[in-house]
């Protein structure tokens, strides 16, 4: 695994990466869109990295106004399927709602594991159960033989080690120019958010990606 200080540092060698050691990957999907021809990658398997100094200032610029949004749809109690975030990325967003809903949303899976993994912690600091599972939330509800769009992220754990609650970030697959930087903000997010109810400071962040990839289009992009 490899180890950064900061996100500044882990942007510029993640790209790196990319260019020296990911493969080429051709899937049939992208979310729920089909494509005969399929889609070009070039993707890294496996690829995990920890960062010692985790600031929400470092991670680059991107969706600002999505991001904070969709942040507070994500941890808000009522039950949101559209919600209103979306709307910030209407363009990249709309093809995937069908009937006036999306086949999931965060806030429909995160939102109440947020208190019932504050009160493990409050109940047991240095508990190893601390997590909130994402990809399946026991309802079923995740078809994939009909394609629907299923999420990205497994799930979030929480520890708190050596005088500050770390996060583990634990993802099946992220684009590197679309979706990453998004993804890698609402989860350090995420941590800050639970540290003020625990009265303790935020401290790792560690990430283990299934795939992280970047799409043939947007190469000239990163390389």
Same mark, same amino acid.
């Given at each position: 695994?490899?180890?950064?200080?900061?996100?500044?540092?882990?942007?510029?060698?993640?790209? =790196?990466?990319?260019?020296?050691?990911?493969?080429?990957?051709?899937?049939?999907?992208?979310?729920?869109?089909?494509?005969?021809?399929?889609?070009?990658? +070039?993707?890294?398997?496996?690829?995990?990295?920890?960062?010692?100094?985790?600031?929400?200032?470092?991670?680059?610029?991107?969706?600002?106004?999505?991001?904070?949004?969709?942040?507070?749809?994500?941890?808000?109690?009522? &039950?949101?399927?559209?919600?209103?975030?979306?709307?910030?990325?209407?363009? &990249?967003?709309?093809?995937?709602?069908?009937?006036?809903?999306?086949?999931?949303?965060?806030?429909?899976?995160?939102?109440?594991?947020?208190?019932?993994?504050?009160?493990?912690?409050?109940?047991?600091?240095?508990?190893?159960?601390?997590?909130?599972?994402?990809?399946?939330?026991? =309802?079923?509800?995740?078809?994939?033989?009909?394609?629907?769009?299923?999420?990205?992220?497994?799930?979030?754990? +929480?520890? /708190?080690?050596?005088?500050?609650?770390?996060?583990?970030?634990?993802? =099946?697959?992220?684009?590197?120019?679309?979706?990453?930087?998004?993804?890698?903000?609402?989860?350090?997010?995420?941590?800050?958010?639970?540290?003020?109810?625990?009265?303790? /400071?935020?401290?790792?962040?560690?990430?283990?990606?299934?795939?992280?990839?970047?799409?043939?289009?947007?190469?000239?992009?990163?390389?």
């Amino acid at each position: 695994m490899r180890i950064y200080r900061n996100f500044k540092e882990t942007f510029n060698e993640i790209a =790196r990466d990319l260019k020296e050691m990911g493969i080429r990957v051709k899937t049939k999907s992208v979310q729920d869109i089909q494509s005969e021809e399929g889609f070009n990658t +070039f993707e890294l398997q496996n690829y995990q990295y920890l960062v010692t100094d985790p600031k929400l200032e470092d991670i680059p610029v991107k969706d600002v106004e999505w991001r904070e949004a969709e942040f507070l749809e994500r941890i808000s109690p009522k &039950y949101l399927n559209p919600g209103k975030a979306w709307e910030l990325r209407k363009e &990249y967003w709309l093809p995937f709602l069908h009937h006036g809903v999306f086949s999931y949303t965060y806030n429909e899976t995160m939102a109440w594991w947020i208190e019932l993994v504050v009160n493990e912690l409050k109940r047991d600091l240095n508990t190893r159960r601390a997590f909130i599972p994402i990809f399946s939330d026991g =309802r079923d509800s995740y078809n994939l033989e009909e394609n629907q769009r299923v999420p990205c992220s497994i799930g979030y754990f +929480f520890y /708190f080690r050596q005088g500050t609650l770390n996060i583990t970030y634990l993802q =099946r697959s992220s684009d590197f120019i679309t979706h990453f930087s998004n993804d890698v903000w609402l989860a350090v997010k995420l941590l800050r958010h639970i540290c003020p109810a625990l009265v303790v /400071f935020p401290g790792t962040f560690s990430h283990w990606l299934g795939s992280l990839h970047v799409f043939k289009k947007d190469v000239e992009n990163v390389f």
